[in-house]
């Protein structure tokens, strides 16, 4: 099955630092999606974004499907953005990585 | 974005007897869902795709006996865990993909399932 690697897995920031996160993944793929999980479990969708480029306020994410690769951008980080991020891809079901574990320091 | 609604939020339940967990697709049609198990600050593993309409296929490892998956309608799956048993205390999610086999997936809220 398609291996899906994150890195990296903790990710220590002060409030208003920048900072990426990675996705590599094995295969092609046809959907590529970016979540983030929240300190209750819920998973809030970030991105859909099987190829390009998105942006969505402090965040944006390329993905770069030849090269089998994804990267999340998270701009002037906030306390709010700690959590857990994870990347999930597939052709049909769609499989998970391991999460990059973010806290943002006040 | 879609909205997938689960159901119970959190089920404490005796070992040995059988939890049901619901998940819904509130605003569109879902002809394929999928459950995923959660394991403290572990990732999430898929264990079966729901077809409406025909068996779930389950992934490797999964016990089909243990995780029965009945999709009987285009907006409703559910998931039983028969006699359950302490180790099978985990977070259980559900997504559904709106807008076809390649469409955007979205999760339900989780069920936090706790076997005494």
């Known amino acids: 099955g398609i291996q899906v690697e994150q890195s990296p897995p903790d990710l220590i920031l002060q409030e208003g630092a920048n900072s990426t996160l990675r996705c590599n993944f094995s295969?092609?793929?046809?959907?590529l999606q970016w979540f983030h999980q929240n300190p209750w479990g819920q998973l809030i969708n970030l991105f859909y974004?099987?190829?390009g480029t998105k942006q969505n306020g402090r965040l944006s994410a390329t993905t770069v499907a030849t090269e089998r690769y994804s990267l999340l951008y998270i701009s002037s980080s906030q306390t709010t953005d700690s959590g857990v991020y994870f990347c999930?891809?597939?052709?049909?079901?769609?499989?998970f990585g391991a999460g990059t574990r973010l806290t943002v320091k006040p | 974005g879609a909205v997938v609604s689960q159901h119970p939020s959190w089920v404490i339940c005796k070992s040995g007897t059988s939890v049901k967990i619901e998940c819904r697709s509130l605003?569109?049609?879902?002809?394929?869902m999928f459950w995923y198990r959660q394991f403290p600050k572990q990732s999430l593993m898929l264990m079966a795709t729901?077809?409406?309409?025909?068996?779930?296929?389950?992934e490797q490892g999964v016990e089909k006996d243990k995780f029965l998956i009945n999709h009987a309608s285009l907006t409703l799956s559910t998931l039983t865990v028969t006699s359950a048993h302490p180790e099978d205390s985990s977070f259980y999610i559900c997504?559904?993909?709106?807008?076809?086999?390649?469409?955007?997936?979205?999760f339900g809220e989780g069920s936090r399932l706790t076997v005494l």
């Open positions: 974004i099987p190829s």
């Open positions: 999930a891809v597939g052709r049909g079901d769609m499989r």
């Open positions: 605003d569109f049609q879902a002809t394929t």
């Open positions: 729901s077809n409406e309409g025909s068996k779930a296929t389950y």
């Open positions: 997504s559904a993909k709106a807008g076809g086999a390649n469409g955007e997936l979205f």
């Open positions: 295969d092609s793929v046809n959907n």
